[in-house]
């Protein structure tokens, strides 16, 4: 399997454990993005005030969910190691662009 060899995951029972967080990640972060906008009051927002607002909050939410649930599933280094990696990314894109 391509994502087991990208990933260098060995079990496929980690391999499903990983897509697991994935799916209960996104399902967290679309359940806690309709309260968020209702607790707000953005739901009668502009479209291009929720598509900012989902940048700058759902983004992050997911990021840190995944965290959460591989911590539950067994997988919060495989998460921690993702994270760090689109961290060094993002540094690099603002630093490129900063400068």
């Known amino acids: ?9 060995k079990s496929n029972v980690d391999f499903i454990l ?3 967080v994935f799916s209960l990640a996104g399902m967290a972060v679309a359940f806690l ?3 968020l906008f209702t607790i ?3 739901n009668q927002a502009p479209l291009w005030e ?3 607002l989902s ?4 983004v992050p939410l997911y990021q840190c969910s995944t965290l959460v649930f591989g911590l539950f599933l067994g997988q919060f280094d495989f998460f921690l190691q993702r994270q760090k ?4 990314s993002i ?5 490129r662009f900063a400068a």
């Open 1 to 9: 399997m391509y994502l087991k060899k990208k990933w260098q995951i």
């Open 18 to 20: 990983i897509l697991l």
């Open 33 to 35: 993005r309709k309260g």
């Open 40 to 42: 707000f009051g953005l």
């Open 50 to 52: 929720k598509i900012v």
């Open 55 to 58: 940048i700058f909050i759902i």
């Open 85 to 88: 990696t689109i961290g060094r």
């Open 91 to 95: 540094v690099r894109f603002v630093r």
